[in-house]
């Protein structure tokens, strides 16, 4: 079921529907373009002035200097003050769109009258899809949400924006970043690794198990490897609590839903049991980090690293395990 309501254009500072956003300069690609995702083909006839970025696709769209019109909020921190965009983007005149991702409303899209809608990593797109293309070509997921590389995304948004060529700078400076790092630690070879997420009091923390999933690429590039322990262990992405010191890596990175889920598990002896919690060699992190973790993008992953590298460096000095 769509909301029937939501926030409407110009209110909060945010831009009335014929507002001029600034007009992005430097389109070289030849329009009309054509892109094909997973949920058909899109056209779009000519440069797009007014986008609106449902999935995050701000961050590429800043590196390629646009400002959208309106973007998706973050949940885990509103307002769009998001610290890899600072200095690239603001988008304190853009339309921040609640509850994207549950319950869209389509009257507040149509009203800003946006001739571009990026949702290349919209959850549940299939249900608003064919809604969303009749108010403006919408592109979507090049496969299925979530399984797509930030390279793949970002060159979709580039093409659709008519920016290849800057896109594909702007990716070579990213993977420079990551290649940098990996060559000042080369102990970080081989080196296992694991990722989890703890939801609910009590409850199995969330573990990449699959060592294809995306959201765990960046540290696949930097030389280490998913944990074997935590791949014959954990079972459908989920480890619970007694099995807790499965999650032992030489590099162990874990988030937490609420500050108080992390305060009660830093003090469970079975958490402080764990190697690489003695070590210094878990990288604890709040809702908002972890989030960003599990949503890599061509902006955010420079910030990504800077927020790790110091842990990393104790992995890249130890000994493998």
């Not at 403006?136 to 930030?150: D, I, M, R």
Request: proline letters at 8%; aromatic letters at 8%.
């Amino acid at each position: 079921m769509l909301a029937a309501c939501g926030g409407t254009a110009g209110q909060g500072g945010s831009p009335a529907p014929d507002a001029a956003p600034p007009a992005p300069a430097g389109a070289t690609d030849q329009f009309p373009v054509t892109i094909q995702h997973k949920l058909g083909t899109t056209t779009i006839p000519a440069e797009p002035k007014r986008i609106i970025a449902l999935s995050y696709e701000e961050d590429t769209l800043g590196a390629l200097g646009i400002t959208p019109v309106a973007y998706g909020s973050n949940d885990y921190l509103p307002g769009g003050k998001y610290p890899w965009l600072a200095g690239k983007i603001d988008l304190s005149g853009s339309m921040e769109l609640k509850n994207v991702f549950t319950a869209p409303s389509l009257e507040q899209i149509a009203g800003l009258k946006p001739d571009l809608i990026l949702a290349t990593n919209y959850y549940g797109l299939e249900n608003y899809y064919s809604q969303l293309s009749q108010i403006a070509p919408t592109v979507g997921y090049p496969e299925e949400a979530g399984t797509s590389s930030w390279q793949v995304i970002s060159r979709m948004i580039g093409k659709a924006v008519g920016r290849s060529a800057q896109t594909e700078q702007a990716i070579a400076a990213t993977e420079g970043d990551i290649s940098a790092l990996a060559a000042r630690l080369p102990g970080l070879k081989g080196k296992t690794f694991s990722s989890s997420f703890y939801y609910d009091p009590g409850q199995p923390f969330a573990v990449i198990d699959d060592p294809a999933t995306i959201s765990v690429a960046l540290y696949t590039q930097l030389g280490l490897v998913l944990s074997p322990t935590v791949t014959s262990t954990v079972k459908d992405r989920s480890l619970s609590m007694e099995q807790i010191g499965s999650l032992d890596a030489d590099f162990m990175s874990i988030g937490f839903a609420t500050p108080e889920l992390r305060s009660s598990l830093e003090a469970a002896p079975a958490y402080q049991a764990i190697p690489a919690v003695q070590a210094g060699r878990a990288y604890e992190a709040d809702a908002f980090t972890a989030q960003t973790f599990n949503n890599p993008t061509l902006l955010n992953i420079p910030w990504q690293l800077d927020q790790i590298t110091p842990t990393l460096e104790k992995v890249a000095a130890g000994a493998a395990g």
